[in-house]
């Protein structure tokens, strides 16, 4: 599996922002997708995932209410909407496949090359 997530760029707070995560390949075999990110000198800490067939969704305490994870099944698409940003949300943002339900990284088999988001105040 071949992921490419785009969209990150450089924003105000309170502004949004919409990344994407294109998977190419043996997409077959993906049960769930997960967006990770991590700040500077920060750990990966997981943000929100949703599973393909059921299009299940769960968030981080951190940004429920403002990101809404969806999904494209025609396209292989996973889409991150993220809104009210705030500088805390500053990292670089990876998305990821599971073949379950889970929000450990470790348990994350493929991951796209990040893009970063900076939230300036």
């Known amino acids: 599996v071949q992921l490419q997530a785009s969209g990150g760029g450089a924003v105000q707070a309170g502004d949004s922002l919409r990344l994407s995560c294109a998977a190419s390949?043996?997409?077959?075999?993906?049960?769930?997708m997960g967006w990770f990110r991590q700040g500077p000198e920060k750990e990966r800490e997981f943000v929100a995932l949703?599973?393909?067939?059921?299009?299940?969704?769960y968030y981080a305490d951190s940004v429920k209410g403002r990101f809404t994870i969806s999904r494209d099944n025609a396209k292989n698409t996973v889409y991150l909407q993220m809104g009210s940003l705030k500088p805390e949300d500053t990292a670089v943002y990876f998305c990821?496949?599971?073949?379950?339900?889970?929000?450990?990284?470790?348990?994350?088999?493929?991951w796209g090359q990040g893009t970063l988001v900076t939230v300036s105040s």
């Open positions: 390949g043996r997409t077959f075999s993906m049960y769930a």
């Open positions: 949703i599973t393909w067939s059921g299009g299940t969704t």
């Open positions: 990821a496949t599971a073949t379950r339900f889970d929000t450990r990284p470790q348990n994350y088999d493929y």
